[in-house]
């Protein structure tokens, strides 16, 4: 069974510093791992995501986060940190020829002016 | 193209009344789900219809109905809503085809029950 981990409930930045944040997954099956976002009192946007490609993906906003499966992370990072960064972000696990989602239970970025 | 649309944004009810969340999308997804988002719990799967036609229980079906009422439309029913079912619902949708599985979103229902 899949299942995602996500290792820090709150993350608190300074804008223009780097983010990173945590992520670990466990899966039966060759994954496919989403981050998403979610800004305050918005739906859900799909940030980035894994499906067997390239271990290192690149996503919208300058963010990127990189397979790592001896690791079992895929860690979300972005070199310099914006305001508008500030919300929450989703890991998500999935086996690859499925539809069902298992999502971790979020990580809160507060980004400091 | 809307994308996901939810109807309502809000409600309030009191325990023991009923509602229907509806959804539709312009996408042509073949698979719909409904999720409910709790404080520090992620987002769970409620219900899923795979196609038109058919639906699947997820995580935390109980207190929830669901309708796939056409390709582009999947409802969620509240008969009797209890003060546990105070959430923020979100409605989702793919085509799911080998090697893309990703889920598009709603902008969500906030429902408190009183």
């Known amino acids: 069974a899949q299942s995602v981990t996500q290792l820090d409930s709150h993350v608190s930045v300074s804008e223009g510093t780097p983010v990173l944040l945590r992520c670990n997954y466990s899966?039966?099956?060759?994954?496919?791992l989403f981050w998403y976002v979610q800004h305050p009192n918005k739906g859900l946007q799909l940030l980035l995501k894994y499906t067997s490609a390239a271990t290192l993906v690149k996503g919208i906003n300058g963010f990127e986060a990189e397979f790592k499966k001896s690791e079992t992370s895929f860690h979300l990072t972005k070199p310099s940190a914006h305001m508008s960064d500030a919300a929450e972000y989703f890991c998500v696990v999935s086996d690859l020829n499925t539809d069902k989602l298992i999502f971790g239970t979020g990580t809160r970025l507060q980004v400091f002016p | 193209n809307a994308g996901v649309t939810q109807t309502p944004k809000f409600q309030v009810l009191k325990t023991g009344q009923s509602m229907t969340l509806q959804c539709a999308q312009d996408?042509?997804?073949?698979?719909m789900y409904w999720y409910r988002q709790d404080p520090g719990m992620g987002l769970r799967l409620i219900y899923y219809s795979a196609s038109e036609g058919t639906t699947d229980k997820g995580e935390v079906p109980n207190g929830y109905n669901v309708s796939r009422l056409n390709k582009r439309e999947f409802s969620l029913r509240l008969e009797s809503a209890a003060p546990s079912q105070t959430s923020v619902y979100f409605c989702?949708?793919?085509?799911?085809?080998?090697?893309?599985?990703?889920?598009?979103f709603g902008p969500g229902t906030r429902l408190t029950v009183l």
């Open positions: 899966s039966s099956y060759s994954p496919s």
């Open positions: 989702a949708s793919t085509l799911l085809v080998a090697g893309n599985n990703e889920q598009f």
């Open positions: 996408m042509n997804h073949n698979s």
